[in-house]
């Protein structure tokens, strides 16, 4: 009697494990891929696991991971914004431009250089986000029709004001963000950190950070409750389109020079982010702690690859099928979900 009450109590709790398991894929499957990827370039290249490779991984995934700060609370929303490459971009773009023409201004007599080009890059950027927010919420255009639109023309107005050229000088301030440091530590892991730190506390303990979750999980109930739903995500799409803009700024000082289609790259790279990392793209589950996740996993991956001279059109292909294994843990993970509220 009493060996099979024990065993009643085992098969319960192997049950209960797996079951934790399959709710917990989606969080574990990025630590796990973390872990193997660290170890076996550790193991392939006697330079990969050094302090200051640690340093160099951290220094490269800091533009992905301010504009995967504001895309977390998008996709989070379930929703999607195409248009943050493009967006980082024109504001890069336009604080060299705005700095080309000797814009400033004088409080107390005390001449701020690009002070004026820092605040008109950021309201461009602001307003592109807010042209995204109308189009999804007052018109009704889907944020991936809508971000494709806007992706255009962003890249429309930084053609118009490069016209072809490469500019090369930013504000100071941005300058030092963007390509100093301080003890040792480069400003713009400093401005990445203090982003992702603000975006997880902003997600984790606001009542704006709830609605999102809420919107999110079960965009009819939130409504029905009362939620603005309109309100939330279109300030998610101008989040999205300034962290975009403060990245590209940024983006353009640590790279020394501002050009057309120089954050190609970063729409992808921020995507896979936020999804490898194992935020939902349904909606409702994950966060910036699962977008740091996958900011290490790509960045491990990036720099592994390049130590152990692996070919760059492999390379390619390598993130492409880790990204699409990422996408099939998350529709399995949210079917998985499905099936426990049934």
Same mark, same amino acid.
């Given at each position: ?7 009643? /109590? ?56 301010? %504009? ?37 201004? =004088? ?14 890059? %950021? ?9 995204? /927010? ?57 401005? /990445? ?96 702690? =699962? ?17 152990? =001279? ?7 292909? %390598? ?24």
């Amino acid at each position: 009697m009493a060996s099979s009450e024990t065993a009643a /109590a085992t098969d319960q709790r192997a049950r209960g494990l797996a079951s934790f398991l399959r709710s917990q894929m989606r969080n574990i499957a990025p630590f796990l891929t973390l872990i193997f990827l660290s170890a076996f370039f550790a193991l392939a290249s006697p330079s990969f696991a050094t302090i200051d490779n640690l340093g160099n991984i951290l220094t490269q995934v800091s533009v992905t991971g301010i %504009i995967a700060v504001g895309l977390t609370f998008v996709i989070l929303c379930a929703e999607i914004d195409l248009s943050i490459a493009s967006i980082a971009n024109v504001t890069g773009i336009a604080v060299a431009y705005f700095t080309l023409q000797e814009t400033y201004v =004088n409080i107390a007599n005390i001449p701020l250089p690009g002070a004026v080009a820092i605040l008109l890059s %950021i309201l461009l950027c602001a307003a592109l986000g807010l042209v995204n /927010a109308l189009g999804l919420t007052v018109i009704g255009i889907p944020s991936f029709i809508m971000t494709l639109a806007m992706m255009q023309i962003a890249a429309g107005i930084s053609a118009l004001l490069v016209r072809g050229q490469i500019a090369y000088k930013v504000p100071s301030l941005i300058s030092t963000l963007g390509s100093g440091s301080i003890g040792g530590i480069p400003w713009i892991v400093i401005v /990445a950190a203090i982003m992702l730190l603000g975006g997880h506390l902003v997600l984790t303990y606001t009542r704006f950070g709830r609605y999102v979750y809420m919107v999110g999980g079960n965009r009819e109930a939130a409504e029905y409750s009362g939620l603005n739903v309109k309100l939330i995500l279109g300030a998610v799409m101008i989040i999205s389109a300034v962290c975009s803009g403060i990245g590209g700024m940024l983006g353009v000082a640590h790279f020394g020079s501002a050009q057309q289609n120089e954050f190609d790259t970063y729409l992808l790279d921020s995507i896979a982010a936020v999804v490898v990392g194992g935020t939902s793209l349904f909606g409702g589950r994950g966060g910036i702690g =699962n977008t740091i996740v996958g900011l290490f996993v790509l960045g491990v991956l990036n720099n592994g690859l390049d130590h152990v =001279n692996i070919d760059s059109f492999l390379k390619i292909l %390598i993130r492409g099928l880790i990204l699409l294994a990422a996408l099939v843990i998350n529709v399995y993970a949210q079917r998985l979900r499905e099936k426990a509220t049934e």
